[in-house]
Every structure is written in structure tokens, then in C-alpha cells.
């Protein structure tokens, strides 16, 4: 994953750009707690391969 900045003078283009690559790092939220086996590409992927069905829960309620 980048960071990734957005600075006053762009363009909304750029922002909106910007937002979707780091809803795609992110991953869905409505695949968590589904069984992964692989390599993560995502976050959601890296938490469903590590994490108990808890921790899986409380970020999803942290996540929003």
C-alpha cells in the first residue's frame, strides 16, 4: 500500500482518483470473515488469512 496525498491545488479529478485506489487497498469490507488462502492483496484479505472472527468484527465496527 502507498501513501497517497491530495494537495489543495488538484483537481477533483485527482482527489476522486485518489480516494478509489485507496478503497481498492482497503479491500470490501463485506468479504470479512470469509476464509482466505493465498497472498493478501488487500487489507480485508490480510485480516481474514490472520485474525479470529473478534478481531475480524471489531474492525469492521472500527471501519464504520
Not at 476522486?16 to 493478501?40: C, H, K, Q
Amino acid at each position: 500500500m502507498a501513501d497517497r496525498n491530495v494537495n489543495d491545488t488538484d483537481t477533483f479529478a485527482t482527489w476522486r482518483n485518489t480516494y478509489n485506489s485507496t478503497a481498492v487497498d482497503i479491500g470490501d469490507i463485506a468479504n470479512l470473515n470469509n476464509e482466505f488462502n493465498g497472498t493478501p492483496t488487500d487489507l480485508v484479505e490480510s485480516v481474514n488469512s490472520k485474525v479470529t472472527r473478534k478481531v475480524s468484527i471489531a474492525l469492521a465496527v472500527a471501519l464504520g
